[in-house]
């Protein structure tokens, strides 16, 4: 679900199905009850036509002429419409020919109330029902009631709906699915400006490009010139970073060329001499080191990642040839995919710093372990760091032991290098009882 696209084509499919859904259940019941209600007019119009066709005879009864009937159905024996009269009393007075799967008893009711159901049976398929209770006007002034019933067979009307929802969700489905297709090209077109910035990022990030590209929909063109702003903001600082160590270094060539004009003086014995000229060699050689590294750093927060295996390794096998009495060993659990976004000479020293205090204070056993997490956790079994102390030994100069040669420089360097990526350093205990040093990367 990370993607855009997915998202939006999720949604908009679970709108499309709600909406697929309502409007099936609102046709459905609507043309349900239209069909009901159109049964019930048509079964009205067998009423009256069957009343018109009915007529009182001589001795007192009423009788129905079945060459007047609005239906030839009645008049046929067949099965599935069916009519009859039905004095007050019970009595059937007239029945036609057509019979119905089952006949419902007639109910009572108020001259001139009309009764249409659906009238189930337990045995027997449903049947619709239409009675009407009615009299006949005798000349003596009495009233001869009489109850007309129409029964239709319901299955047909059920199987010609079940017909009509099947077509219904058919095509609300189809045309559901259709609009889902055009919906997707819809997306891919809308967010092809979003791919694009991705191309042109990954084309940054290989170098290939410099900024990215301003023909863009302008609800993008926020995006795009901040990310470009802050390129060239990273690019300015780092040319001013590099300008500032020129002129830094431009400042020390004077002092230092009177460091080094004072070791050739005849009045000064061997020893300052030497140490005048180690020193001067020493502060010349890190100057033009640093300038160097400066002037060949870019912005690296979208730099190709690099994998810390090389380095790994090159660096073990140098530790392993310095540190012989006694020989450490170097376990390195590091997959092939595990990459990190820093510049290759700055992890050289990062890890070069941290596994060199590590032989340095004693360690044999140095595991460095990769996580999904961008992490590196490099563990040892040396002395570990001073309880509560491990906070305190990041400061500039500090250092676990005294007696051993060092700045204390090294894990502070590696820290100050690596929160310049955006990561961070952390001093722990290690399970094996010594150090663990931890390396989040950004």
């Given at each position: 679900?990370?993607?855009?696209?997915?998202?939006?084509?999720?949604?908009?499919?679970?709108?499309?199905?709600?909406?697929?859904?309502?409007?099936?259940?609102?046709?459905?019941?609507?043309?349900?009850?239209?069909?009901?209600?159109?049964?019930?007019?048509?079964?009205?119009?067998?009423?009256?036509?069957?009343?018109?066709?009915?007529?009182?005879?001589?001795?007192?009864?009423?009788h129905v002429n079945d060459a007047e009937l609005p239906d030839r159905r009645l008049t046929?024996?067949?099965?599935?419409?069916?009519?009859?009269?039905?004095?007050?009393?019970?009595?059937?007075?007239?029945?036609?020919?057509?019979?119905?799967?089952?006949?419902?008893?007639?109910?009572?009711?108020?001259?001139?109330?009309?009764?249409?159901?659906?009238?189930?049976?337990?045995?027997?398929?449903?049947?619709?029902?239409?009675?009407l209770q009615s009299a006949w006007a005798l000349e003596s002034g009495d009233e001869l009631?009489?109850?007309?019933?129409?029964?239709?067979?319901?299955?047909?009307?059920?199987?010609?709906?079940?017909?009509?929802?099947?077509?219904?969700?058919?095509?609300?489905?189809?045309?559901?699915?259709?609009?889902?297709?055009?919906?997707?090209?819809?997306?891919?077109?809308?967010?092809?400006?979003?791919?694009?910035?991705?191309?042109?990022?990954?084309?940054?990030?290989?170098?290939?490009?410099?900024?990215?590209?301003?023909?863009?929909?302008?609800?993008?063109?926020?995006?795009?010139?901040?990310?470009?702003?802050?390129?060239?903001?990273?690019?300015?600082?780092?040319?001013?970073?590099?300008?500032?160590?020129?002129?830094?270094?431009?400042?020390?060539?004077?002092?230092?060329?009177?460091?080094?004009?004072?070791?050739?003086?005849?009045?000064?014995?061997?020893?300052?001499?030497?140490?005048?000229?180690?020193?001067?060699?020493?502060?010349?050689?890190?100057?033009?080191?640093?300038?160097?590294?400066?002037?060949?750093?870019?912005?690296?927060?979208?730099?190709?990642?690099?994998?810390?295996?090389?380095?790994?390794?090159?660096?073990?096998?140098?530790?392993?040839?310095?540190?012989?009495?006694?020989?450490?060993?170097?376990?390195?659990?590091?997959?092939?995919?595990?990459?990190?976004?820093?510049?290759?000479?700055?992890?050289?020293?990062?890890?070069?710093?941290?596994?060199?205090?590590?032989?340095?204070?004693?360690?044999?056993?140095?595991?460095?372990?990769?996580?999904?997490?961008?992490?590196?956790?490099?563990?040892?079994?040396?002395?570990?760091?001073?309880?509560?102390?491990?906070?305190?030994?990041?400061?500039?100069?500090?250092?676990?032991?005294s007696a051993t040669s060092g700045s204390g420089t090294g894990l502070t360097a590696s820290?100050?290098?690596?929160?310049?990526?955006?990561?961070?350093?952390?001093?722990?205990?290690?399970?094996?009882?010594?150090?663990?040093?931890?390396?989040?990367?950004?």
């Amino acid at each position: 679900m990370r993607s855009i696209s997915s998202r939006l084509l999720i949604g908009t499919g679970v709108v499309l199905a709600i909406f697929v859904v309502l409007t099936a259940l609102a046709v459905s019941w609507s043309v349900h009850l239209r069909a009901e209600t159109a049964r019930q007019d048509r079964l009205e119009g067998l009423v009256y036509g069957i009343l018109g066709a009915t007529e009182l005879t001589q001795d007192g009864t009423l009788h129905v002429n079945d060459a007047e009937l609005p239906d030839r159905r009645l008049t046929q024996a067949t099965v599935g419409l069916y009519a009859e009269l039905v004095g007050h009393d019970g009595r059937r007075l007239w029945q036609s020919r057509s019979s119905a799967i089952f006949i419902p008893k007639t109910v009572r009711t108020p001259i001139g109330e009309w009764l249409f159901e659906r009238v189930d049976h337990p045995q027997q398929p449903s049947v619709h029902r239409l009675q009407l209770q009615s009299a006949w006007a005798l000349e003596s002034g009495d009233e001869l009631p009489f109850i007309v019933q129409v029964v239709d067979e319901a299955d047909v009307l059920a199987g010609q709906m079940r017909k009509f929802d099947r077509t219904l969700w058919a095509s609300l489905l189809g045309v559901a699915a259709a609009m889902l297709a055009v919906q997707l090209l819809v997306l891919r077109h809308s967010l092809k400006p979003l791919d694009s910035i991705g191309v042109e990022v990954r084309a940054i990030e290989s170098g290939q490009r410099d900024a990215l590209s301003e023909s863009v929909p302008k609800e993008l063109t926020p995006l795009t010139g901040s990310i470009n702003a802050l390129l060239g903001a990273e690019r300015n600082r780092h040319a001013q970073y590099r300008h500032l160590l020129d002129d830094l270094a431009h400042s020390l060539k004077t002092p230092l060329s009177v460091l080094g004009n004072l070791a050739t003086q005849s009045d000064i014995n061997s020893a300052t001499r030497n140490t005048l000229t180690a020193q001067t060699q020493y502060m010349q050689h890190s100057i033009e080191r640093y300038i160097q590294r400066a002037a060949i750093r870019s912005p690296l927060y979208l730099a190709q990642p690099i994998s810390p295996q090389a380095a790994l390794q090159r660096i073990s096998a140098s530790l392993g040839k310095l540190y012989r009495q006694p020989p450490v060993t170097f376990t390195l659990n590091v997959p092939d995919h595990f990459q990190l976004r820093i510049d290759e000479a700055d992890l050289y020293e990062i890890l070069g710093n941290i596994l060199d205090n590590a032989c340095k204070y004693g360690a044999t056993e140095i595991t460095v372990t990769a996580t999904g997490k961008k992490q590196l956790i490099i563990e040892d079994n040396g002395p570990g760091f001073p309880p509560g102390k491990a906070d305190g030994l990041l400061g500039r100069g500090v250092r676990a032991d005294s007696a051993t040669s060092g700045s204390g420089t090294g894990l502070t360097a590696s820290r100050e290098l690596l929160r310049s990526y955006g990561g961070e350093l952390q001093l722990e205990a290690s399970p094996a009882h010594g150090a663990q040093v931890v390396l989040f990367f950004a």
